[in-house]
């Protein structure tokens, strides 16, 4: 770098890494809108540990569930002990996170 008086000086080359997006996961919600639960249908590449956590729209923590997933899955959440309302379904991945409404009934 060249200032304004001349004077030159090196900065250190700083290597930047970005993680694989989680757009390299399928993950799909049904029946939405439901009345008493949610099946995901999740595809990874290879084995990776997922968790599901539904909040309120506020943010509230309602519900967290935890799997292995390897390849194609199908996870199945109750949500009968959930009043009627609209949630945030947040997938958490090894390589990023997806999030997705939930409506229920």
Do not use: C
């Amino acid at each position: 770098i060249v200032d304004f008086d001349g004077y030159t000086d090196y900065s250190d080359i700083v290597v930047l890494e970005r993680k694989a997006e989680a757009a390299n996961v399928d993950v799909a919600i049904f029946p939405n809108p439901t009345f008493d639960e949610i099946n995901i249908d999740i595809e990874t590449i290879g084995n990776q540990d997922v968790s599901f956590e539904i909040s309120s729209v506020t943010g509230k923590l309602l519900k967290t569930v935890s799997r292995e997933i390897n390849g194609k899955e199908r996870v199945n959440i109750n949500l009968v002990d959930l009043p009627s309302g609209i949630y945030i379904l947040n997938t958490n991945l090894e390589n990023g996170q997806i999030a997705q409404k939930i409506v229920k009934y």
